[in-house]
C-alpha cells in the first residue's frame, strides 16, 4: 500500500512540474516573441512608430508592476486558484490579441497578458518552492524550471520569426492559446486543491496599492527612455515619483498593524537580497543581449526574420545543456558555487559577443559565444531560484518568488533602456553596418561587466551555503549504479 502511495505521489509532482514548466515557458516566450513581428504588426494594423513599442512595453508595464501583487496574492489566497486564474486570464488575452483589428485591441490584450503572467510567475515558482522542499527532487525540478525558463526566452525569438513569416503576425498571440489550455488541464488534475490558508490579519490595501504604482512608475519611466532622454524633465519627474511611491510604501510597511504585502524582514535573509540583486543584473545583462544579437543579425548581416530567429537556437540549446549539467553538478556542489561559475562563464560568452564586427558572419562571431554564454546561463539559473527561496518560511513563498520575478523584470526594463541607450549613443548618427557593429559590440561589453557584477554579490552577500548532504547524494547514487550496470551488461 506505501509503494502505491509513493508511486501516485511521484506521478502527482511529476504532473506539477509538467504544468510549472509549461507555464514558465509560455510567460517566458511571450517576453520575445512578438518581437520580430514587430514591422509586419505595424504594417497589418496601422502603428505609429512610437505606438508599436508599447506592443512590448504594456505587457511589461503590467507584468513588471504586479509581481509583488500577485506574489502575496498566491500565499493569501492559494498557489492553484491563482494559477488557474492565471492561465484562464492569459489565454483569453491571447486569443484576444489575435483578432485585435485596432492598435488599441492588441496593446489592451497585451496588458492583459502581462496582468496573467504576474499572477502565474510567481504562484508557479511558489508552487514548485513547496512541493519539492529539498534533496535530489528539489535540484533537477528547479534544473527543468531553469530550462523551460531560458528557453522560452531564447526559443521566442525563432518561433516568432518562423510564426511571422509563415503563418502571419497574428500567430505570434494565437501560439499561446493551446500552451495555456495545456497548462489549465495539468494544473487542474495534478495541482491539488488544499484549504486556503488562514487570512490572519486584514491585508495592508494602502501599502499594496504604493508598491503596485511605484514598480509600474518605475517600469514606465525606464521603458519610454527610448522616447525621452535620461535627463529630460519628464523622465526625472517619472523615476522621482516612482522612487517617493515605493518610499512611502517602505514607511507603511514599517508602521501598518495590517498584513503587509512583503514583511520587510525579509530582507534580513542574505539568500533573498543577494538573490534579487544578482538576478537584476544578470536579467538585465541578458536581456540586451537578445536586443542587440537580433538587431546585428538582421541590420548588419542582413539576414530575415526567421533565419534570424533560428540563429538564437544554439542559446536556446546551450540553456538547456546548462541546466543540465546544473543538475548534475547540483548533488556536487553548493548553489552559491554553481552561481559563481555560471556567472563567469555567461560573463566569458558575453564578453566574446563584444567582438563582433560589420563583416563578421554566423559562424565566426555568433556560434561560439552563445554556446558559451547559454551553457553558463543554464547553469546558474536554477541555483538562483533555489537561494531566492532559501530559509523563507511557506507561507511567503509566493511573495518571495514575486520579488524575484520583479528583479528580473525590472533588470530586462533597465538594461534594454540603459545599456540601449549607451549603444545608440556610441553608434552615433551614421546608421551604417560599421558604426551600428560598433555599438552592439559596446552594448554586449557592458552587459559583460555587469555579470562581472554579478558575479562580485554572489561572492560577497550570499552566504557560504551547505554542500549536499551525504544522504542527499547517497540519494543519486542508485541511478548511476544501474546506469553501470546496464553498460556493464
Do not use: C
Amino acid at each position: 500500500m506505501s509503494g502505491m502511495n509513493t508511486i501516485e505521489s511521484q506521478a502527482r509532482t511529476g504532473v506539477v512540474l509538467a504544468a510549472v514548466a509549461v507555464v514558465q515557458f509560455m510567460v517566458s516566450l511571450d517576453l520575445s516573441v512578438v518581437n520580430v513581428g514587430l514591422p509586419e504588426i505595424a504594417a497589418g494594423l496601422g502603428f505609429g512608430a512610437v505606438g508599436l513599442t508599447w506592443v512590448i512595453h504594456a505587457y511589461a508595464l503590467t507584468f513588471g508592476g504586479l509581481l509583488l501583487l500577485g506574489g502575496k496574492a498566491a500565499d493569501r489566497y492559494g498557489r492553484r486558484p491563482v494559477l488557474l486564474a492565471g492561465l484562464v486570464l492569459f489565454g483569453l488575452a491571447s486569443l484576444a490579441g489575435g483578432f485585435a483589428v485596432e492598435p488599441g485591441h492588441l496593446v489592451a490584450a497585451r496588458a492583459l497578458q502581462g496582468v496573467g503572467a504576474a499572477a502565474l510567475a510567481p504562484a508557479a515558482l511558489a508552487l514548485l518552492a513547496t512541493t519539492f522542499p529539498a534533496g535530489r527532487a528539489r535540484v533537477r525540478a528547479f534544473g527543468v524550471w531553469s530550462a523551460t525558463n531560458a528557453a522560452g526566452a531564447a526559443l521566442g525569438v525563432l518561433i516568432g520569426g518562423l510564426l511571422t513569416e509563415y503563418a502571419g503576425w497574428r500567430w505570434v498571440m494565437f501560439v499561446n492559446v493551446p500552451m495555456a489550455a495545456v497548462a489549465l488541464a495539468l494544473a487542474w488534475r495534478g495541482v491539488p486543491a488544499r484549504p486556503a490558508p488562514a487570512p490572519g490579519r486584514r491585508p495592508d490595501v494602502v501599502g499594496a496599492v504604493l508598491a503596485t504604482a511605484g514598480m509600474s512608475l518605475l517600469v514606465f519611466g525606464i521603458v519610454r527612455t527610448e522616447q525621452y532622454a535620461w535627463t529630460s524633465s519628464v523622465t526625472l519627474a517619472t523615476l522621482g515619483g516612482a522612487v517617493a511611491l515605493l518610499a512611502a510604501f517602505v514607511l507603511v510597511e514599517r508602521t501598518t498593524t495590517r498584513e503587509p504585502l512583503i514583511r520587510l524582514g525579509l530582507f534580513a535573509n542574505r539568500s533573498v537580497v543577494g538573490a534579487n540583486v544578482y538576478s537584476l543584473l544578470s536579467g538585465a545583462a541578458m536581456a540586451a543581449s537578445f536586443y542587440f544579437l537580433s538587431l546585428y543579425l538582421q541590420r548588419v548581416l542582413g539576414n530575415g526574420p526567421a533565419l534570424a530567429g533560428l540563429q538564437f537556437l544554439p542559446v536556446a540549446l546551450g540553456v538547456i545543456a546548462g541546466s543540465v549539467l546544473a543538475v548534475k553538478l547540483g548533488y556536487r556542489f553548493a548553489p552559491r558555487t554553481l552561481l559563481v561559475a555560471g556567472g563567469l562563464v555567461t560573463a566569458s560568452g558575453m564578453a566574446w559577443f563584444g567582438m563582433i564586427s560589420p563583416d563578421g558572419g554566423f559562424v565566426t562571431d555568433i556560434l561560439g559565444p552563445s554556446i558559451v554564454a547559454g551553457i553558463g546561463f543554464g547553469i546558474g539559473l536554477g541555483p538562483l531560484v533555489a537561494l531566492a527561496t532559501t530559509g523563507v518560511a511557506a507561507h511567503e513563498s509566493g511573495t518571495a518568488s514575486g520579488l524575484l520575478n520583479s528583479s528580473r523584470q525590472l533588470g530586462a526594463a533597465l538594461g534594454l533602456a540603459a545599456l540601449g541607450s549607451a549603444a545608440h549613443q556610441r553608434s552615433g548618427p551614421a546608421a551604417t553596418a560599421a558604426a551600428l557593429s560598433d555599438g552592439y559590440a559596446f552594448g554586449l561589453t557592458l552587459g559583460a561587466v555587469l555579470l562581472a557584477g554579478a558575479v562580485l554579490v554572489a561572492l560577497t552577500v550570499l552566504p557560504w551555503s551547505r554542500r549536499p548532504t551525504q544522504a542527499e547524494r547517497a540519494e543519486a547514487r542508485p541511478r548511476a549504479d544501474l546506469s553501470k550496470e546496464g553498460r556493464s551488461a
